[in-house]
């Protein structure tokens, strides 16, 4: 295949939008920016964490001594509730309306050295529950509900605690409501759900499946932009969160083990990501073309300590990548799924 070596370009049929690929760069050397090593030895408590059972947050409040997942509210909230209501639509260059909402910190558990990964399977499924929970709680009153996990400093999590966060606003954001516009379209267009049809497809083709089960598939898209992103989505349509049944939330937690575990494994570290559930915003009726899926942002391009950063041509053009989503598939495919935690600095 001739893309495998040489620079094309790729459409992503969520966003509408191209990708640059250029594999005839990754042997590239590097004498840019190394990341310091990630160290994995952390205590089980950490008595001067904010985030541990029993310990007191930057704002004097003191967690209680929870046992798996716990959620509050945001010390240092993005979105809240009670924003004067402001709209000021009067030029179409200077366009601002007031956002309202309530955030939230999702404790994955009180153990101070467990990431996902390292959880139990029986424990991420706890934190699955949560996500629906929360997700069902706030869909009520909001019109978007943003469940997410920024994992490592690397991505800007303040906190090694691993937890993740739950922000709802009265409004669908931008990334949202672009891929709302193309399933809709493609649904409009094929008559098919672009995400379910999109899921068959690769489990016919498996060259950029990383790992599956009965109810779940996770793959490096067609279309990825960091070098080892994926997109994990159930094998049918199941708009929400809320849609699963009791066995897709017992394989989903499986499932984001054995993912999760292959990332840890591909540089020997505790692998950074941002990562999000997208699904059909609450407040929408009509859902036959939105698919419920989840996008794992991670930044590592070539070691432990070498990232992927979206500078230059990715901002002033387009997105750009050296790593063929094939190529990233297969080294995630080879990596173990028994986590190691001995072998990591």
């Not at 399933?183 to 672009?194: D, P, R, V």
Request: charged share 25%.
């Amino acid at each position: 295949m001739i893309f495998e070596q040489h620079p094309h370009r790729r459409y992503n049929p969520l966003t509408r939008e191209w990708v640059l690929v250029s594999p005839h760069r990754s042997n590239r050397p590097w004498q840019g920016q190394s990341e310091a090593p990630v160290n994995r030895q952390r205590p089980p408590h950490d008595a001067g964490c904010y985030l541990c059972a029993g310990n007191e947050r930057a704002n004097g409040v003191r967690n209680p001594d929870y046992t798996g997942p716990f959620v509050f509210e945001n010390d240092f909230p993005a979105l809240l509730k009670d924003t004067p209501f402001h709209e000021d639509t009067g030029s179409p260059l200077f366009q601002s309306r007031t956002a309202c909402g309530t955030s939230r910190v999702i404790c994955f558990s009180e153990r101070h050295d467990l990431t996902l990964p390292a959880l139990p399977v029986e424990a991420i499924r706890k934190v699955v529950d949560v996500w629906v929970r929360e997700y069902e709680t706030l869909a009520r009153d909001y019109a978007w509900v943003a469940i997410f996990e920024n994992k490592g400093a690397m991505m800007g999590c303040s906190n090694p605690h691993p937890h993740g966060q739950i922000w709802a606003s009265d409004f669908v954001p931008s990334e949202v409501a672009r891929e709302d516009q193309a399933q809709e379209a493609f649904l409009s267009e094929t008559g098919q759900n672009l995400l379910v049809s999109y899921c068959e497809a690769e489990q016919s083709g498996e060259t950029r499946v990383v790992v599956e089960n009965d109810d779940w598939i996770a793959v490096v898209p067609f279309w990825a932009v960091w070098p080892f992103e994926t997109l994990l989505t159930p094998k049918r349509h199941r708009p929400r969160l809320t849609d699963l049944s009791t066995q897709e939330r017992d394989r989903l937690a499986e499932i984001l083990k054995r993912l999760c575990t292959r990332y840890d494994g591909l540089f020997r570290t505790e692998f950074p990501y941002s990562m999000g559930w997208h699904g059909a915003p609450p407040g929408l009726k009509e859902t036959a073309h939105w698919q419920l899926h989840a996008h794992f942002y991670p930044p590592l391009l070539r070691s432990a300590t070498v990232r992927k950063f979206l500078v230059g041509y990715e901002m002033l053009a387009e997105p750009q990548r050296d790593l063929t989503a094939e190529q990233a598939a297969a080294r995630l495919r080879a990596q173990s799924e028994t986590l190691e935690q001995d072998t990591f600095g």
